[in-house]
């Protein structure tokens, strides 16, 4: 089995920082790819950033400037950074892995279950 578990949500004022943590574990061969998505209440989940095994990161827009998204291969860890935090950052945010298992060698896309980002004005 694969697992992502996540943490570091919580309840900031506007202008603050959090870092988010997400941790895969199991029967892991590769993850080529880890990020992280967010869904606000009422709104679809969106794309916040993702990152490559070899680096290659990619964010939202609304976030280029102010999140850094970063991973620990030997850890199988995806990091989120986020500074200058809005109210309109409030959310849940999902740690997302598309992971290689050992065997069968099959790509699978998981997902963690999710942490609380509230920033209050």
């Known amino acids: 089995q694969v697992q992502l578990v996540e943490s570091g949500g919580g309840l900031v004022q506007s202008g603050g920082s959090l870092r988010l943590s997400c941790a895969a574990s199991?029967?892991?061969?590769?993850?080529?790819?880890m990020g992280w998505y967010r869904q606000a209440p009422g709104q679809q989940r969106e794309l916040v950033a993702t990152?490559?095994?070899?680096?290659?990161?990619n964010y939202a827009d609304s976030v280029k400037g102010r999140f850094t998204v970063s991973r620990d291969n030997a850890k199988n860890t995806v990091y989120l950074q986020m500074h200058s935090l809005k109210p309109e950052d409030t959310a849940v945010y999902y740690c997302?892995?598309?992971?290689?298992?050992?065997?069968?060698?099959?790509?699978?896309?998981?997902w963690g279950q999710g942490t609380q980002v509230t920033v209050s004005s």
């Open positions: 997302t892995a598309t992971i290689q298992r050992t065997l069968p060698r099959l790509f699978l896309d998981y």
């Open positions: 990152i490559t095994s070899g680096g290659i990161t």
């Open positions: 199991g029967t892991i061969f590769s993850i080529p790819n």
